[in-house]
T-cell receptor, first 109, second 114 residues
Framework: QQQVKQSPQSLIVQKGGIPIINCAYE??????FPWYQQFPGKGPALLIA?????SEKKEGRFTISFNKSAKQFSLHIMDSQPGDSATYFC????????FGEGTQLTVNP | DTGVSQDPRHKITKRGQNVTFRCDPI?????LYWYRQTLGQGPEFLTY????????KSRLLSDRFSAERPKGSFSTLEIQRTEQGDSAMYLC????????????FGPGTRLTVT
């Protein structure tokens, strides 16, 4: 059973655009919600994470918005750059990570 | 380089053969995780260790899979009698027990079963 659902599957934006990736979870026992970025041939790398008692967290150009009552959270990438082209995974953490299916982001120059 | 390392990076094997992968975590991390990732999917949890103790195993981890972390440092993942469905990227990650969401991943071992 997929416990973290992620959308869209793929996303194409122009440089400077603001891609938004959405995730929904089911298990209210999750206690941390990280986002990972993965480039081809590499392992995922932690980008930013949020606790469920916080509604928004910003680090550089990356912002997580969290809606606890709706059990949803999203990643916004401000002023996106071609170097941001990668696959992004949301995840939910208990003792281990449960990942979403991933979003392949392409930022065109 | 003090990141997570995995060996080998690629492995091609024939169906029915046994394979073993190694993971060396970040030295101060006491938790070590194994995940499997297939094309176009997110990593799926297999098992994790805290020090040398294996604390959790996924139902995905069939009897053909076994993992060890004998001295609480490096870990091995063995797959016996490989099947074509085992073809995937096997990822290792490590973290501190106090920050299980902050996992650092290795580059993975890509297994192809022919």
């Amino acid at each position: 059973q997929q416990q973290v659902k992620q959308s869209p599957q793929s996303l194409i934006v122009q440089k400077g655009g603001i891609p938004i990736i959405n995730c929904a979870y089911e298990n209210t026992a999750f206690d941390y919600f990280p986002w990972y970025q993965q480039f081809p041939g590499k392992g995922p790398a932690l980008l930013i994470a949020i606790r469920p008692d916080v509604s928004e967290k910003k680090e550089g150009r990356f912002t997580i918005s969290f809606n606890k009552s709706a059990k949803q959270f999203s990643l916004h990438i401000m002023d996106s750059q071609p170097g941001d082209s990668a696959t992004y995974f949301c995840a939910a953490s208990g003792s281990r990570l449960t990942f979403g299916e991933g979003t392949q982001l392409t930022v065109n120059p | 380089d003090t990141g997570v390392s995995q060996d080998p990076r690629h492995k091609i094997t024939k169906r029915g053969q046994n394979v073993t992968f190694r993971c060396d975590p970040i030295s101060e991390h006491n938790r070590l995780y194994w995940y499997r990732q297939t094309l176009g999917q997110g990593p799926e949890f297999l098992t994790y260790f805290q020090n040398e103790a294996q604390l959790e195993k996924s139902r995905l981890l069939s009897d053909r899979f076994s993992a060890e972390r004998p001295k609480g440092s490096f870990s091995t993942l063995e797959i016996q009698r490989t099947e074509q469905g085992d073809s995937a990227m096997y990822l290792c990650a490590s973290s501190l027990a106090t920050s299980p969401y902050e996992q650092y991943f290795g580059p993975g071992t890509r297994l192809t079963v022919t």
